[in-house]
């Protein structure tokens, strides 16, 4: 269905996707990218991308699982959009819905189950606040920013406030005397 690795790839490029590189993603990942019409597409691209920065940000299990059950509803839901037109719609929300069906198996829903049950506990955000891709998936034990360069500057600001903040640092240590 979908590796992975690319499962990884592909919710990594998601989630960090700045505005001005939208366009990108379909002609990468047309397994994904199905849809007709380019509302649609941008439709999924703006929902997946604001609900997995959600993901990544939520502390709570139990929230963090619903919001990817969540997604993975909305995606089937603009399938449902194309493939049958608008009148699918209503019957959405007969009482035979209660229980909405399981999506159907596709690359996406594929790669969203295995975030929910591979990879949640290696998602993280890096400490570098002016990092341009923050969200990652971490690949060592303890790692914490997702490079050496903005490892590197967690370092060296860490430092930078242990002197401004500690009353043992020198700066303090005169300053007290
Ligand atoms: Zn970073």
Sequence with gaps: ???????EALLYEWVNLPDSRMDTMPAR????FIFKTKKETYRVLDTVRAGLRKIWDVRD???RDWDI?????????????EDHGLSDLFSDT?????FPGLPRLTPFEAAM???????????LRCRNPECAAPYFFRTEKGQESCSPECADWSRKNYKLRWYQDSPKSSKNRSKAT
Excluded at 69 to 81: A, E, I, P
Excluded at 94 to 98: E, G, M, S, Y
């Design 69 to 81: 059950c969540t997604l993975r509803g909305s995606y089937q839901k603009s399938r449902t959009r």
């Design 61 to 63: 299990t139990r929230q």
């Design 113 to 123: 189950f295995y975030l929910q049950t591979g990879l949640v506990h290696r998602m």
């Design 29 to 32: 990942y047309p397994e994904i």
């Design 1 to 7: 269905m979908i590796s992975a690795k690319r499962a």
């Design 94 to 98: 007969t009482d035979n819905d209660f």
